[in-house]
Each structure stands twice: as C-alpha cells, then as structure tokens.
C-alpha cells in the first residue's frame, strides 16, 4: 500500500478512520473510494492507490466504523455485511462521506467512485453532495432509492450480465430514475466482478470498467 490511514470527524462529532492516498505530482482532483460491503479491506486500499497512482487525491472512509471501529468482514461472510450496512442511518453515511470530501478538498473538484455498499453510496453521493460526478459498480441499493432522489451530477453505472443479486427489473428502475446515466454490462461478469481477492473476479470487466471509468473522471473532474 503507499496510502495512509488517518483519522477523520464527521459534522455530528463521530470520529472514524479513512485510507488517504495522493498522488506523486499535482492532483487532478479528489477521489471519494466508497467501500465494499466488507469493510477496508485491502484489495480496496489498492484500488485506492491506483486512482492514486492516476493522479487523483484519493479518499476511502471506513464507514464501519459507525458499527464497529476497523470493521472487516470476511468475504465469505456476506449477510454479515449486510447487516452492518443496514445498521448505519443515512444521514451518517452522507455526514462520513462529506467530511471525507472535505478531506481532499484541496486538489479541486472532487468526485465519488463506490463498489457494492459503496456503489448504491455513490449515488447518495451524487444525489445529496457537492460532488462534480459518480461512478457506480454495481450498486443494487440504488433502485430503493429511486422516487426518493435522483442525481445531481453526471453518474457511471456498471453492472455484471450475470449479477445473481441485482435483476434485470432493478437496473430498469435506475435507468428510469438516472434517464442521464451512463450504464454499461459486462456479459458473463457476476456480483464483485472487479474485487481481484474474490472466486467471482473477471479481469476483462474489471480492465474495461475501470478504463470507462477513468475516462468518464477525466471528463468530468479535468475541467
């Protein structure tokens, strides 16, 4: 890892850690990197570094931290995830999510980027924070938000053909609430599709969807 940990404070007081990872020259922008359902795991402290590593001044809040302080689940363990997620109220995901931007907020505009919990975060994100865009990888929270909010600021989706946990009717809801959206599908990808640590990886989704989604940050956060 070439990030670091540090120690945030949210508008309502809660203190809670985030893996804070800059690049080597100027930064292009800021980066908000929104967390699996497992926690700060290591694959997403390196997928941190790598937005990093492509100039972006690059944040991840621990927002387990909200449940249990350093909090990282097994993969194996995911209705544990599941429950942690649910057990953290709205209003401190976005409270987390807002001081982590105002973390970064020295290199310039600053956008948000979410996997999983964070996919369906990024979209909160983009609805209620003065962020410039989002990308979402397969955020199947976000269809329960729909009606409520939409977004603000350009969106990315990506989503795996064969997502066994987010059907086909929940992606249509999304594209009728984000009619602005970007979306793209990645035949044969499952659920998690770019967490390298998991059986359901698929290095060519993961490389495609990642390159979109650079080029989509540059569009939007490069300006």
């Not at 929104?34 to 690059?58: K, N, P, W, Y």
């Not at 401190?92 to 907020?105: F, G, Y």
């Amino acid at each position: 890892m070439t990030g670091q940990n540090i120690e945030l404070t949210a508008a309502d007081g809660h203190c809670f850690s985030a893996y804070l990872s800059r690049p080597v020259g100027p930064p292009r922008g800021g980066l908000i990197v929104l967390q699996e359902i497992f926690g700060l795991t290591g694959q997403m402290m390196r997928c941190a570094d790598r937005f990093a590593e492509a100039g972006f001044s690059t944040i991840m809040p621990a927002q387990f931290d909200r449940v249990e302080k350093g909090l990282v689940i097994d993969y194996a363990d995911f209705q544990t995830g599941v429950k942690t997620a649910m057990a953290i109220a709205e209003k401190d995901l976005l409270a987390d999510m807002e001081a982590a931007r105002l973390a970064v907020a020295d290199a310039g505009a600053t956008a948000a980027i979410g996997y999983c919990f964070g996919g369906t975060n990024a979209y909160l994100a983009a609805s209620l924070l003065p962020i410039c865009c989002a990308v979402s990888f397969y955020g199947g929270g976000i269809s329960g938000l729909v009606g409520r909010m939409s977004p603000k600021v350009p969106v990315m989706y990506h989503f795996g053909g064969a997502d066994s946990y987010i059907p086909a009717s929940a992606i249509d809801v999304i594209r009728t609430g984000d009619p602005g959206g970007r979306f793209f599908s990645y035949e044969g990808a499952g659920h998690g599709f770019s967490c390298d640590d998991r059986d359901g990886y698929s290095e060519a989704a993961a490389v495609l969807a990642e390159e979109r989604s650079l080029q989509f940050l540059a569009e939007h956060v490069d300006r």
